[in-house]
Nanobody, 125 residues
Framework: HVQLVESGGGSVQAGGSLRLSCSVS??????????LAWFRQVQGKERERVAG????????YYPDTVMGRFTISRDNAKNTVYLQMNSLKPEDTGMYYC?????????????????WGQGTQVTVS
């Protein structure tokens, strides 16, 4: 069983920055061997993947809406995944969730991720 705990959310003015952290723990779970992602959810809408990180050097995904502004990274020694968010816009407001999926397949759909954190709220005004 994998546990994920997000932190770092808050309120910020448009143009500002935030860094979200996701602490990952669990038996036999290795950050660099599994799929990691950040999702955003706005009330009444489905969760949208805003960053994906493949195992090893498999690649990184960002949708056009955050490309060039968001950066996902991981620190294997600290078992932590980060989401650096710059040039924030009001439309970035939402609940942000960290998610993981064992193996090398990193889908776009939230339904295909096995483990989730509790979420951290980001509000941009």
């Amino acid at each position: 069983h994998v546990q994920l705990v997000e932190s770092g959310g808050g309120s910020v003015q448009a143009g500002g920055s935030l860094r979200l952290s996701c602490s990952v723990s669990g038996d036999t779970f290795s950050l660099d061997r599994n799929c990691l992602a950040w999702f955003r959810q706005v009330q009444g809408k489905e969760r949208e993947r805003v960053a994906g990180l493949w195992p090893g050097n498999g690649g990184i995904y960002y949708p056009d809406t955050v490309m060039g502004r968001f950066t996902i990274s991981r620190d294997n020694a600290k078992n932590t995944v980060y989401l650096q968010m710059n040039s924030l816009k009001p439309e970035d407001t939402g609940m942000y969730y960290c998610a993981s999926r064992r193996g090398g397949y990193c889908p776009n759909s939230a339904q295909e991720y096995y483990d989730w954190g509790q979420g951290t709220q980001v509000t941009v005004s």
